[in-house]
């Protein structure tokens, strides 16, 4: 069973960051290296929304091409993990953010944030206040 577990969460100041991880066990049809990677966060009261994603190539997607650079998404294929981190938060980040992937290897492609994903994260609640 394919599972993903985010850490990285907790309480911070505006204008603070936060380096959000998830590290993915179970696949075993390809090696981790095969698997796209997304982020989502929900806010409180809100959609869940597409944070980033990164496809088996290394090609980014998501807010970090246009949310002035706050967003940087990697990946550590050997340790199996991929981490989001977020600079200059700001309140509106106040979410439980998620990693989420499927069972067959793809590119995040254009509807990266909209495909209903395989398996999913139990979630980091991330708090921006001061």
């Known amino acids: 069973q394919v599972q993903l577990v985010e850490s990285g969460g907790g309480l911070v100041q505006p204008g603070g960051s936060l380096t959000l991880s998830c590290k993915v066990s179970g696949f075993t049809q390809y090696t981790f290296d095969y698997y796209t990677i997304a982020w989502f966060r929900q806010a409180p009261g809100k959609e869940r929304e597409g944070v980033s994603c990164i496809s088996n190539d290394g090609t980014r997607v998501g807010v970090e091409d246009s949310d002035k650079g706050r967003f940087a998404i990697s990946r550590d294929n050997r340790k199996s993990t991929v981490d989001l981190q977020i600079n200059n938060l700001e309140p509106e980040d106040t979410a439980v953010y998620y990693c989420?992937?499927?069972?067959?290897?793809?590119?995040?492609?254009?509807?990266?944030?909209?495909?209903?994903?395989?398996?999913w994260g139990q979630g980091t609640l991330v708090t921006v206040s001061s």
């Open positions: 989420a992937t499927d069972l067959v290897p793809h590119l995040c492609g254009s509807a990266w944030s909209t495909r209903p994903y395989d398996f």
